[in-house]
């Protein structure tokens, strides 16, 4: 059995080719991220099989995000069996054979061919398209929902100088009815000598009616009053900030779309679970992929993050241990946000929530809880394709 290890980077790749005896055959072949780097690694291997029977062939990388990516699809193709290992297990190995500091790309790819011996995960095969298309929509919502958040903080803080007071009138800053006038009146002294009948209007038109002459008095009478500091540049800056949230929010929108069509097309019943929506949805079966990697719930769980840490030493055994967090961080919140809108809507998840708080649980620690029940649902309902069926 021949093993290789590779250690993935952005611009080059080190490999490492060593046999079941431990004995090395190449252990500083560095290819280029490139067609020819990929071709000179598959003549490479094939030169060492004098039968050319790549099933002998066993090939492992670390998970490095998209670096991989392009490498696993060529491997794959060829018919490699390839298993992706996790970069943290790969860390304490390493560690674990010397007492040294040493780390180079060199020793890692030695370190991953090594792990190749012992490792039990499963061989690597890519998820549907759709599952890559989910991906990637949602790591770029994720992206620009993350833009637009800052573009926020932005927004208070011009508010906190400009019109400190303005918070104070509205349920929140950056409701439609707030940003509307301050894209027309961005400062205390026009919003002040405004006329009521427009400021009314403006204010009626973009909350719907719900904002109307006595809010436009409130408005003007504290503005008049406000401490706020105005400035030609601070105003433009607002306003321009308040355009960059408002497009932003429109591709988030258009985002959501594409997202909710492939899931449509996917028909999974994962949207049959009362309080998760479309994009939700897509998060959790993005991030899981195919299902049958996982054995058990359990190992759901982990891969999520979601499991309590174990600590024994002796006679000594910690009864309170926080949660381990070092699965997928984009699946741990699609399923904690999940479990807060499930527990709203469905009777079994609402009255286990208030179980675990009537046993004194925290809120959280309570909601984490739902979070592995509702883990176990997901497992079961993925792994059967059966729509979820309410037990209330």
């Keep these: 059995m021949i093993y290789i290890g590779i250690d993935v980077a952005k611009n080059k790749h080190d490999c490492c080719i060593i046999d079941s005896d431990g004995a090395v055959y190449n252990d500083s072949l560095r290819i280029s991220n490139s067609r020819e780097g990929f071709e000179l690694l598959y003549s490479s291997i094939l030169s060492i099989l004098p039968d050319r029977n790549i099933s002998n062939v066993k090939i492992g990388l670390e998970s490095t995000g998209h670096y991989s990516i392009n490498l696993q699809n060529f491997l794959y193709a060829k018919g490699f069996s390839l298993s992706i290992l996790n970069p943290l297990a790969t860390n304490l190995f390493r560690k674990a054979q010397t007492l040294r500091k040493t780390k180079t790309d060199k020793t890692d790819a030695l370190v991953i061919a090594k792990m190749l011996f012992s490792d039990d995960t499963k061989s690597y095969s890519p998820v549907s398209y759709q599952i890559q298309e989910l991906k990637s929509l949602t790591r770029h919502r994720y992206r620009l929902i993350g833009y637009r958040s800052k573009l926020k903080v932005s927004i208070n803080r011009l508010i906190d100088i ?43 038109t973009a909350s719907r009616g719900k904002y109307g002459k006595d809010k436009a008095i409130s408005l003007k009478e504290c503005a008049a009053n406000s401490i706020g500091t105005s400035s030609r540049a601070l105003s433009f800056e607002l306003q321009q900030t308040i355009r960059l949230i408002q497009s932003v ?26 309080g998760i929506s479309y994009t939700l949805a897509a998060i959790i079966l993005s991030e899981i992929g195919d299902i049958e990697r996982f054995s058990s719930p359990c190992k759901l769980l982990a891969f999520a993050g979601l499991d309590p840490s174990t600590y024994q030493s002796g006679k000594y055994n910690a009864s309170h241990t926080p949660m381990v967090k070092r699965g997928s961080s984009y699946l741990r919140f699609a399923i904690l946000m999940a479990s807060r809108t499930v527990s709203m809507r469905d009777a079994a998840f609402s009255a286990y929530l208030s179980k675990k708080r009537s046993e004194g649980k925290h809120y959280y620690v309570a909601m984490s809880h739902v979070a592995k029940k509702l883990i176990r649902v997901i497992f079961h309902i993925l792994k059967t394709n059966t729509a979820f069926v309410p037990q209330m």
């Design 162 to 204: 400009i019109f400190p007071e303005l918070p104070n009138l509205f349920w929140s800053i950056h409701q439609s009815s707030s940003y509307a006038l301050l894209s027309v009146l961005t400062s205390p002294k026009e919003i002040a000598a405004c006329h009521l009948t427009r400021l009314t209007n403006i204010l009626s």
């Design 249 to 274: 929010q429109v591709e988030i929108d258009a985002l959501e779309l594409q997202i909710k069509e492939v899931v449509i097309e996917i028909n999974s019943p994962l949207i049959s679970i009362p």
